[in-house]
């Protein structure tokens, strides 16, 4: 018996030396890799001639920003077109500086990052002013554009991340009760008080997202003590109970973890803020105030629609052969919103304004701030999947956050996606919805289809995810029936696809918090992460499933359907086994997901593994075990990545 405990012991040894020895080789391999990927895309950059700096020198950066903010502040000439073109150059210079900062931690290299941050603020600064400059050039001319019927200034113009519309109010029409924009549709009451008054309105509609990071509760709270309980997909999550040693992050892990700072709040800049997020109330257990949005637990979803009121310029007037133009005004002046009507005192100044128009409504609006509920309405984007009625909020940036009061009669048409309301606020917009709402998910699967890939099926709550896998790209497949021609049926990497999927309003990826806001069982962190590792290591040959078990087997314990399958046809589902993974121990139970009740013996004629991937093995095919040989060391990565990424082991 003692010689039997000793072989016994020696194999479960050999075994788990062998699973270390095969995850440490794809670590080396992988950090191999994106070694070489760095060092090529440096070269690659210090040959690209296009005219554009590299964002990563910052000497090259702080010039290329400061020559641009003086050659447009002091443009007159440019067009809408040429300052979009360059609005896109800038987010891709950003874009850039992201991929290198998300490769640079996947190697855990933080040299120079501090200056990468600034170089995204400095890019961010560009942005606005270059449009606020071409926007004032085109109001100081609005004659140029003023629209025939109306004879009102109207100018829309898009760019692939970015839409631009002005309205400008030229004719001064008192029968003018409303105005419409192509863009999203935008339909905006004209009260009396701005009728008469030289004011033009300005929409601008963006698919990312600078604002939200400023908010006190994009972050999630620090955890002091680590203990592992939940495993994470960007950073590892705390428990009650805590532990002396902090658990180590398994390479699956650490790759699942970068690709999700780059999604985890529909901003590709997460990571990066995170590691220098300043010590704000965001870290109390609640926002005090309902009507802050809660950026752990919502979501913004289709963009950001910055609106601004502002001041149209004295226009030019044509004296015989001379052109006469007010120059006294260099730049654009934005009218504040009113404070609320509880706080106003009405003045004689304010009636005096009521009664002129033209400059004097300008007074009475920089002066006194007032104006009624206006009647507003847009359509969100047609790419926008809205599982519920989507939440409206503004941005008050004198909190740094997004409230949802100040609106009134908001009401969302579901058949053609209108939003409808009143409000007096006039500034950045935004559609939220629940983070979580896909959360927990009822089931998922993972199966091999064919040499080098494997589909991954999760249904979540209100939707059925289908993703095709392979080494260095995924594809959604499905939903058909939802609006995401920009995104389904393209190759993307892994990360790419995550984030378009987060801001299309499909996040399926729980974030180190989720547990506030989902029911779950609780689940040993470290045993998470090495089943994850270990599926993805067989997930060429095998497939794997949810089991009805594995929610109530507890805490230190994990129960997962698996089955060889080396076709591309899904698993009979004869042939599905469930097996109980432990910290130290892995078997294949004799106990299946159609029995009524779970009970815990080992298949007859099997034997005990000190993990799930020695199971596998122990029942596998020839061929099977070939294929698992032959297993490339980026597609195991990218499957970990979904696995990580998704945690459905603990989320379904």
């Given at each position: 018996m003692e010689e039997m405990m000793k072989q016994e012991a020696e194999r479960f040894e050999t075994e788990t030396q062998a699973l270390q020895e095969m995850l440490n080789e794809n670590k080396d391999q992988l950090k191999e890799m994106r070694e070489q990927v760095r060092s090529q895309k440096i070269w690659d950059r210090f040959l690209?001639?296009?005219?554009?700096?590299?964002?990563?020198?910052?000497?090259?950066?702080?010039?290329?920003?400061?020559?641009?903010?003086?050659?447009?502040?002091?443009?007159?000439?440019?067009?809408?077109?040429g300052c979009l073109d360059d609005v896109e150059q800038a987010l891709d210079l950003i874009n850039e500086l992201e991929e290198v900062m998300t490769l640079d931690k996947q190697l855990e290299i933080s040299e120079g990052h501090d200056k990468f941050k600034e170089g995204i603020e400095s890019l961010q600064g560009l942005i606005e002013t270059k449009v606020d400059n071409v926007t004032f050039n085109v109001m100081k001319t609005a004659e140029k554009f003023a629209d025939p019927d109306s004879q009102n200034l109207l100018i829309e113009k898009e760019s692939p991340r970015v839409k631009f519309s002005l309205w400008g109010n030229l004719a001064k029409n008192p029968r003018q009760k409303s105005f419409k924009l192509d863009t999203d549709e935008f339909q905006m009451e004209i009260p009396k008080s701005l009728a008469n008054a030289d004011v033009a309105v300005r929409l601008i509609h963006t698919s990312f997202d600078f604002l939200s990071p400023k908010c006190k509760?994009?972050?999630?709270?620090?955890?002091?003590?680590?203990?592992?309980?939940?495993?994470?997909?960007?950073?590892?999550?705390?428990?009650?109970?805590?532990?002396?040693?902090?658990?180590?992050?398994?390479?699956?892990?650490?790759?699942?973890?970068?690709?999700?700072?780059k999604v985890a709040e529909n901003n590709e800049n997460l990571a990066e803020n995170q590691e220098k997020r300043p010590n704000t109330p965001s870290e109390a257990d609640e926002i005090e105030?309902?009507?802050?949005?809660?950026?752990r637990a919502m979501s913004t979803v289709g963009g950001v629609m910055y609106l601004d009121l502002l001041k149209l310029p004295p226009q030019a007037k044509k004296v015989g052969n001379w052109v006469i133009q007010d120059i006294t005004e260099s730049e654009l002046e934005r009218i504040p919103n009113p404070t609320p009507e509880d706080e106003k005192e009405e003045t004689e100044e304010?009636?005096?304004?009521?009664?002129?128009?033209?400059?004097?409504?300008?007074?009475?609006?920089?002066?006194?701030?007032?104006?009624?509920?206006?009647?507003?309405?847009?359509?969100?984007?047609?790419?926008?999947?809205?599982?519920?009625?989507p939440q409206l909020a503004r941005w008050e940036d004198s909190q740094q956050c997004w409230r949802t009061d100040g609106f009134e009669d908001?009401?969302?048409?579901?058949?053609?996606?209108?939003?409808?309301?009143?409000?007096?606020?006039?500034?950045p917009i935004c559609t939220f919805q629940d983070t979580y709402n896909n959360m927990p998910f009822q089931s998922w699967e993972i199966r091999p289809y064919g040499e080098g890939c494997v589909i991954f099926t999760l249904i979540a709550a209100s939707v059925e995810l289908e993703i095709s896998i392979k080494e260095n790209a995924c594809c959604l497949n499905s939903p058909e029936d939802m609006e995401l021609d920009g995104i389904r049926n393209k190759w993307l990497p892994a990360h790419i696809l995550m984030q378009k999927l987060v801001a299309a309003g499909i996040n399926v990826f729980p974030s180190e918090d989720?547990?506030?806001?989902?029911?779950?069982?609780?689940?040993?962190?470290?045993?998470?992460?090495?089943?994850?590792?270990?599926?993805?290591l067989a997930s060429s040959a095998f497939a794997f499933s949810w089991s009805r078990w594995n929610a109530d087997c507890g805490e230190k314990r994990q129960i997962v359907r698996a089955?060889?399958?080396?076709?591309?046809?899904?698993?009979?589902?004869?042939?599905?086994?469930?097996?109980?993974?432990?910290?130290?121990?892995?078997y294949v139970l004799k106990c299946t997901d159609d029995d009524d009740e779970m009970f815990d013996e080992k298949v007859e004629g099997t034997q005990f593994h000190p993990d799930i991937f020695h199971c596998l093995k122990e029942g596998a095919s020839s061929k099977a075990l070939e294929v698992l040989t032959n297993t490339s060391y980026t597609f195991v990565d990218n499957v970990s990545t979904w696995l990580f990424a998704t945690k459905v082991l603990t989320f379904s």
């Open positions: 690209l001639c296009n005219g554009t700096p590299d964002p990563t020198v910052q000497s090259e950066l702080n010039t290329f920003t400061s020559l641009s903010i003086d050659e447009t502040k002091n443009s007159t000439s440019q067009d809408v077109s509760s994009f972050f999630a709270q620090k955890k002091k003590t680590p203990a592992p309980s939940r495993a994470a997909s960007v950073a590892p999550q705390q428990n009650e109970e805590n532990k002396e040693e902090k658990p180590t992050t398994p390479a699956g892990e650490e790759t699942a973890i970068e690709n999700l700072d105030d309902e009507d802050i949005v809660d950026l304010t009636k005096e304004g009521e009664e002129s128009g033209g400059e004097a409504a300008i007074t009475q609006l920089t002066k006194e701030l007032t104006w009624p509920l206006l009647n507003m309405s847009f359509t969100v984007s047609s790419n926008a999947v809205f599982t519920e009625e908001v009401n969302f048409d579901e058949t053609n996606g209108t939003i409808s309301f009143k409000s007096q606020f006039i500034g989720a547990d506030k806001y989902v029911s779950i069982s609780v689940k040993d962190e470290e045993l998470e992460s090495s089943v994850y590792e270990q599926m993805a089955a060889e399958n080396l076709t591309t046809h899904p698993v009979d589902e004869d042939m599905w086994k469930n097996y109980s993974c432990e910290p130290r121990k892995s």
